[in-house]
């Protein structure tokens, strides 16, 4: 069973990005790469190898579903689990996200001191499902 350590955080709103950076360092103890757009994470993606993106939806210039289908295009990245992180998550939308390839979704707002250990489970769900 392979270990969560690198997470690549894509997300616009500098105040959501520190409480995410913090709540996944301090309380999960991983190594976070912040990004501000998607065209920003398609760049640095490749380089810092992540194990899971957490991926906002909304974002100007490149939106989170735009920014998925780029870095699945990409050979390093096209099986990493993407998770969207984002306030819109009524059926349709959930539904439209899953027909993308989103891992799973976790809806805005969120309680900070969970995130490490919602991620952790999430990950532990997709490593037994690719180990399967």
Known sequence: MATLHKILVVEDD?????????????????TVEVCATGYEAIERAPMFAPDMILLDVM??????????HALRALPQLGNTPIIFLT???QPHDLERYRALGVRDVIAKPFNPMSLAQTLQTMWSTYDRATDA
Do not use: S
């Open 87 to 89: 306030a819109r998550v």
């Open 14 to 30: 500098p105040d959501i990005q520190a409480i995410v950076r913090l709540a996944l360092e301090l309380t999960g103890g991983y």
């Open 59 to 68: 974002m100007p210039g490149i939106d989170g579903p735009d920014t998925l």
